[in-house]
């Protein structure tokens, strides 16, 4: 199962910050958090991942609490092609397989 | 060109019929993934390969059969197909942390 919780949906008006958040309360010392989005049917797409700090790429900002228990994926102005599935991952299995959650379903709105 | 190919991008089949789907990835990779994705859910691993003498089953893989030709092949098979094996599938190739993920398949078992 994957160990995360995120809310099912959210939306956010282009131009302003979306903050999504995921909850990994039994995340273990060496697990790290990924984040990945999926536009509309389209594979998966990477966008950041961390283990302790917080991480800014390109895409996005990653921001995970002290006690590594939640996170947020910051995407600092939204864009109405930043409306997709974005899935926090924490369990990777040995081989490096991801495990799926539910995700979010973001809306950017105009 | 793309990283990771997949063919066909859509197909329909009839219950019972033996169909392959076709993974190629340009990457130089070892390791590929099948995934299989339904409707409103996240992706559910069926095979997972880390070389081509290495091959693995993952989650869900009853029903399903994979072939890894060469480094960069990877084929995914359904024996006889089922209804309940309609689904978007995706083949992946990971680097280290980041995966990326063919265009996906849509496949419909009618």
């Not at chain 2, 024996?79 to 599938?89: G, H, K």
Request: aromatic share 10%.
């Amino acid at each position: 199962d994957a160990k995360t919780t995120q809310p099912p949906s959210m939306d956010c008006a282009e131009g302003r910050a979306a903050n999504l958040p995921c909850n990994h309360s039994t995340i273990s010392g060496n697990e790290y958090v990924y984040w990945y989005r999926q536009i509309h049917s389209q594979g998966p797409q990477y966008i950041i991942h961390g283990l302790k700090n917080n991480e800014t790429n390109e895409m996005a900002s990653l921001i995970i609490t002290e006690d590594r228990k939640s996170s947020t994926l910051i995407l600092p102005h939204a864009t109405l092609r930043d409306t997709a599935v974005y899935y926090c991952i924490v369990r990777v299995d040995q081989g490096g397989k991801l495990i799926f959650g539910q995700g979010t379903e973001l809306s950017v709105k105009p | 060109d793309a990283d990771v190919t997949q063919t066909p991008r859509n197909r329909i089949t009839k219950t019972g019929k033996r169909i392959m789907l076709e993974c190629s990835q340009t990457k130089g990779h070892d390791r590929m993934y099948w995934y299989r994705q339904d409707p409103g859910l996240g992706l559910q691993l069926i095979y997972y390969s880390f070389d081509v003498k290495d091959i693995n089953k993952g989650e869900i893989s009853d029903g399903y059969s994979v072939s890894r030709q060469a480094q960069a092949k990877f084929s995914l098979s359904l024996e006889s197909a089922i209804p309940n094996q309609t689904a978007l599938y995706f083949c992946a190739t990971p680097r280290v942390v980041e995966q990326y993920f063919g265009p996906g398949t849509r496949l419909t078992v009618t």
